[in-house]
């Protein structure tokens, strides 16, 4: 299969990790039989240097000529001198690209890994339990989406509203992927709202009920969205799919990005209604340490598993990836951002080094003949 891939790597440590999650890219079409090509843009504060914009035309260009958009991070630098010119940074590029590409679901897997579990901030006792759960999160709707306004009241008292607008169409689209995610999973899905209060949730909750009639194999379960917040805390292990609205899952799915322990084991996906995605790490360019080969990785090499799973359907190539890394862990692999002081039998190495771990693992995977493309 050839496919053809736009890489965004921004700044940072974005260059750096990117660099390495290419790396597993270029293995997976060795070891598969695929060809993947792969052209390079500026965004973000790289982006600035040249244009002057954080997502220029010809960044567009390339990503709208792809099959997929792999993106790395972005910031600016941690000196006051240089603010201006990196204001907005993240705004002005991630945000534009999911309003250009209309992106409108956004995956966010959060695990935590058994030999892990020492960062994961619950008690032992609940973690145990398992933490295994896929966020989707709608990207296009909401108060984000909705008519602003602030201005003076008739008694001089500023005000200000952000209306939230969603419309049936938008919920049955994010619902759909929800349900059709879970099938594949273990069939429960969560749906979060405040139908108790609001009408924009009280359509939301009717329609993803509609939905879940085309779906009698997954079962549908209502939850507040105070009460998720606490069931996140609680008792994570009840949830397979939760999808949310908008608002509601930009605030609970940082919640949960805690719960592994380090932005450097997450990977999302953001996907538009006609397949094209965009797969990113969720933590931010990390200026602090870019330049030092400390970085972790592994949440850039797990958006190529996205990807392949996502964009292209390769569900084998996506399962190799992940199990190199998890393999990778449960040997005590570390970089800096999960090391535990004290732990035993821990292995600390840089962002090359645990890249070539990850590597040796998805090599010595074997690869059943029909599933190797000629």
Known sequence: MDKHIAVLAGDGIGPEVMEQALRVLSTVADKFGHRFSTTQALVGGAAYDKYETHLPEETKSVCRSSDAILFG????????????????????????????????ANFRPV???????????????????????????????????????????????????????????QIASIAEVAFKAAQQRRKKVTSVDKANVLDASKLWRAVVKEVSLGYPDVV??????????????????????????????????????????????????????????????????????????????????LCIALMLRHSFQMEEEARAIEASVETTLKEGYRTRDIVRAGEPDQKIVDTKGMADRILEHLLAITVPSAAVCG
Not at 139 to 156: A, I, M, P, Q, R
Not at 227 to 242: E, H, K
């Open 73 to 104: 991070s972005v910031g600016g630098p941690v000196s006051e001198m240089n603010v201006p010119k990196w204001k907005n940074c993240e705004a002005n590029s991630i945000l534009s690209l999911r309003k250009t590409f209309k992106f409108n």
């Open 111 to 169: 695990k935590v890994i058994p030999e892990l579990e020492y960062l994961c901030p619950l008690k032992k006792e609940v973690v145990d339990k398992g933490v295994d759960i896929l966020f989707l999160r709608e990207l296009l709707g909401d108060c984000y989406f909705g008519e602003h306004k602030t201005f003076n009241s008739e008694t001089g008292v500023r005000t200000a509203t952000d209306l939230i607008t969603y419309d049936e169409e």
């Open 220 to 301: 549908l379960e209502d939850m507040l969205v105070d009460n998720c917040a606490m069931q996140i805390v609680r008792d994570p292990s009840q949830f397979d799919v939760v999808v949310l609205g908008n608002m509601f899952g930009d605030i609970i799915t940082d919640a949960a990005a805690v719960l592994p322990g380090s932005l450097g084991l997450l990977a999302s996906a953001s996907m538009n209604r006609e397949g094209f995605g965009l797969y990113e790490p969720p933590g931010g360019s990390a200026q602090d340490i870019a330049g030092t080969g400390t970085a972790n990785p592994v949440a850039q090499i």
